[in-house]
């Protein structure tokens, strides 16, 4: 059993880092409070024993995307980078869109009938994934190793400015 005390922290860590996600102005602060929002819902999956979410969560969400998005704004934004999130301008807008769909989400979880599983839970749902990764597919899960790191390299490449002086 979970400490409830533990879910709330962890729930409150992940509202609040969301919250600095799109009202911070600086957007390299957004998108590194991006990265604590996913590290928090990983945990999240962890206190819900779901241990191959959880993973998933911290190396795609948190590890990949959230490290190419910090790129693409290194990358992309030139000049004071102070007052480069443009998007939360739009305060009252987003605002409506969030409440429209939280209403939406809030109705479909109150109308759908939840039936609980009676079927026993995996142990380690981990072991067996790691098992095909690493055994029947380990060249895809290779060939897509190699791209990201051409990619990162790329991108470092490209922000060092080829040609300019140093």
């Known amino acids: 059993m979970t400490n409830p005390i533990i879910f709330w922290l962890i729930t409150i860590l992940v509202v609040g880092s969301a919250l600095a996600v799109v009202l911070l102005r600086n957007i390299v602060h957004s998108a590194l409070f991006l990265i604590v929002t996913f590290v928090g819902v990983s945990g999240l ?5 779901a241990d191959f979410l ?14 190419l998005i910090v790129f693409g704004v290194m990358l992309t934004v030139r000049g004071d980078i102070k007052n480069s999130n443009m998007f939360n301008s739009y305060k009252l807008s987003g605002g409506i869109v ?11 979880i109150l109308k759908t009938d939840w039936v609980l599983s009676t079927a026993a839970m995996p142990e380690s749902t981990v072991g067996p994934i ?3 990764l690493l055994g029947n597919f380990v060249i895809p899960f290779e060939v897509a190793a190699v791209l990201l790191l ?3 390299v790329g991108a470092i490449l490209l922000a060092r400015g080829e040609g300019k002086p140093q």
């Open 54 to 67: 959880a993973a998933v969560q911290l190396l795609v969400y948190a590890g990949a995307v959230a490290i």
């Open 130 to 132: 790691a098992d095909s």
């Open 150 to 152: 051409v990619a990162m």
């Open 98 to 108: 969030a409440l429209v769909f939280f209403l939406i989400v809030e109705r479909i």
């Open 45 to 49: 999956y962890i206190l819900l024993q």
